[in-house]
Protein backbone atom coordinates (compact mmCIF):
# COMPACT_ATOMS: atom_id res chain seq x y z
CA UNK A 1 0.00 0.00 0.00
CA UNK A 2 1.30 3.46 -1.46
CA UNK A 3 0.80 6.49 1.16
CA UNK A 4 -1.11 9.39 -0.23
CA UNK A 5 0.92 12.00 0.87
CA UNK A 6 4.15 10.96 -0.95
CA UNK A 7 3.93 12.28 -4.86
CA UNK A 8 3.49 9.98 -7.33
CA UNK A 9 6.98 10.16 -9.05
CA UNK A 10 8.69 8.70 -6.36
CA UNK A 11 9.15 5.12 -6.59
CA UNK A 12 7.28 2.41 -4.97
CA UNK A 13 10.54 0.81 -3.14
CA UNK A 14 11.59 3.97 -2.17
CA UNK A 15 8.09 5.07 -0.48
CA UNK A 16 8.79 1.73 2.10
CA UNK A 17 11.43 3.34 2.86
CA UNK A 18 10.48 6.68 3.62
CA UNK A 19 7.66 4.97 5.74
CA UNK A 20 10.61 2.68 7.34
CA UNK A 21 12.60 5.27 8.26
CA UNK A 22 9.58 7.89 9.24
CA UNK A 23 8.38 5.26 11.71
CA UNK A 24 11.73 4.48 13.08
CA UNK A 25 12.26 8.26 14.22
CA UNK A 26 9.08 8.34 15.44
CA UNK A 27 9.80 5.81 17.60
CA UNK A 28 13.12 6.84 18.66
CA UNK A 29 12.02 10.81 19.17
CA UNK A 30 9.41 8.98 21.45
CA UNK A 31 11.81 6.99 23.66
CA UNK A 32 14.07 10.41 23.43
CA UNK A 33 10.92 12.12 24.91
CA UNK A 34 10.51 9.85 27.61
CA UNK A 35 14.36 10.48 28.38
CA UNK A 36 13.58 14.31 28.36
CA UNK A 37 10.55 14.31 30.34
CA UNK A 38 12.11 12.45 33.17
CA UNK A 39 15.06 14.88 33.36
CA UNK A 40 12.43 17.74 33.56
CA UNK A 41 10.76 15.95 36.67
CA UNK A 42 13.78 15.44 38.05
CA UNK A 43 14.40 19.07 37.83
CA UNK A 44 17.42 18.59 35.94
CA UNK A 45 16.51 20.94 32.65
CA UNK A 46 13.84 23.27 31.62
CA UNK A 47 11.14 21.39 28.84
CA UNK A 48 11.49 24.11 26.34
CA UNK A 49 15.08 24.49 25.93
CA UNK A 50 17.87 24.03 23.61
CA UNK A 51 18.36 20.18 24.78
CA UNK A 52 14.99 19.70 22.93
CA UNK A 53 16.58 20.44 19.54
CA UNK A 54 19.50 18.05 20.37
CA UNK A 55 17.12 15.36 21.69
CA UNK A 56 15.88 15.41 17.95
CA UNK A 57 19.18 14.67 16.67
CA UNK A 58 20.17 12.25 18.83
CA UNK A 59 16.79 10.26 18.05
CA UNK A 60 17.81 10.46 14.58
CA UNK A 61 21.33 8.83 15.32
CA UNK A 62 20.04 6.73 17.94
CA UNK A 63 17.18 5.39 15.87
CA UNK A 64 19.38 4.56 12.87
CA UNK A 65 21.76 2.38 15.47
CA UNK A 66 18.71 0.50 16.62
CA UNK A 67 17.47 -0.15 12.99
CA UNK A 68 20.52 -1.77 12.72
CA UNK A 69 20.51 -3.54 16.17
CA UNK A 70 17.37 -4.77 15.27
CA UNK A 71 17.97 -6.50 11.82
CA UNK A 72 20.82 -7.79 13.03
CA UNK A 73 18.74 -10.02 16.10
CA UNK A 74 16.35 -10.48 13.25
CA UNK A 75 13.50 -9.07 15.25
CA UNK A 76 10.39 -8.06 13.56
CA UNK A 77 6.94 -6.86 15.14
CA UNK A 78 6.49 -5.54 18.30
CA UNK A 79 9.97 -6.53 19.86
CA UNK A 80 11.84 -4.79 17.39
CA UNK A 81 9.82 -1.81 18.40
CA UNK A 82 10.19 -2.37 22.31
CA UNK A 83 13.59 -2.91 21.32
CA UNK A 84 13.98 0.51 19.24
CA UNK A 85 12.12 2.61 22.56
CA UNK A 86 14.76 1.52 25.16
CA UNK A 87 17.90 1.99 22.74
CA UNK A 88 16.63 5.85 22.44
CA UNK A 89 15.68 6.08 26.14
CA UNK A 90 19.35 5.00 26.65
CA UNK A 91 20.96 6.84 24.49
CA UNK A 92 24.21 7.74 24.29
CA UNK A 93 25.30 7.25 27.78
CA UNK A 94 23.74 4.03 28.04
CA UNK A 95 24.69 2.29 24.93
CA UNK A 96 28.13 3.36 25.89
CA UNK A 97 27.94 1.97 29.45
CA UNK A 98 26.45 -1.31 27.77
CA UNK A 99 29.42 -1.57 25.49
CA UNK A 100 31.94 -1.16 28.03
CA UNK A 101 30.19 -3.74 30.23
CA UNK A 102 29.61 -6.08 27.63
CA UNK A 103 33.11 -5.70 26.57
CA UNK A 104 34.38 -6.29 30.38
CA UNK A 105 32.43 -9.45 30.81
CA UNK A 106 33.07 -11.04 27.24
CA UNK A 107 36.43 -10.18 25.83
CA UNK A 108 39.10 -12.50 26.27
CA UNK A 109 41.16 -11.77 29.39
CA UNK A 110 44.48 -9.69 28.65
CA UNK A 111 47.98 -11.71 29.00
Aim: no cysteine; proline share 8%; hydrophobic share 55%.
Amino acid sequence: MTPPDLPDWVPVPLRSVFLELGGLFFLAWLGRMMHHVRLVELRKRRFWSLHLVWEVVTALAIGLIADGVVAYMGLTGKPATALVIVVAYLGPGGLEAGVIWMAERYAPPRS
